[in-house]
């Protein structure tokens, strides 16, 4: 059997969407990658198949999904789905320009800037909640492949929540992780929980 310590996960982002292009928020809204991220998509595949994933993983639908539905072609590798790796989901709040959240919420908007971790969107999910589902589900996808370099395109709120469990990051450091550029990252795992940042 594979030594587990040598089990990496390799975090990977969507490609983005119309929605982003012009600054409304996507959350896990079902839309097709633009045409301007084909590039972006591309390049990354350029450079995961130096990186040697052996499977990728996404959520059931949306820019994640086919983001790792054409890197698995271009990878020559599988591409399963799971459910509980979709994007944060924003409730009412998709669809909508930030710049109209600010408007019409403008105590709540300030409070999800400050504190993201204390506001959940109408109909939505907090960012606790989603930490909590993306964890367990990496837990077990995790334990499925010992040994090996697992791919998981997620979409960019999904990353930045994945990414801060796995560098010591609090909520507190998630808008500070979105402004990143959007880049894959890989993490040794040992015992199914995320060490250091080894690439990206």
Sequence with gaps: MPDNDETRLVLVPAGM?????????????????????????RLCGEQLKTVGVNILYSGISGPAEETARRLAGAL???????????????????GLPLSAIRQRHPKAF???????????????ERLDAAHDRLEHCLAGILKKHPGQKVGVV??????AVARSAREGKTVHDFWALMKEPLTWHEYLVRNTVGAMDANG
């Design 110 to 124: 300030r409070q999800w800037q400050e504190d993201p971790d204390s506001v959940t969107p109408p109909e939505g």
């Design 76 to 94: 020559r590798v599988r591409h399963r789905k799971e459910k509980d790796l979709g994007e944060v989901n924003l409730g009412f709040w998709q």
């Design 17 to 41: 969407t119309c929605w982003e292009k012009d600054q409304r928020l996507v959350g896990n809204t079902d839309l097709p990658v633009c045409p301007e991220s084909e590039e972006s998509i």
């Design 154 to 159: 997620l979409g960019p709120m999904a990353l």
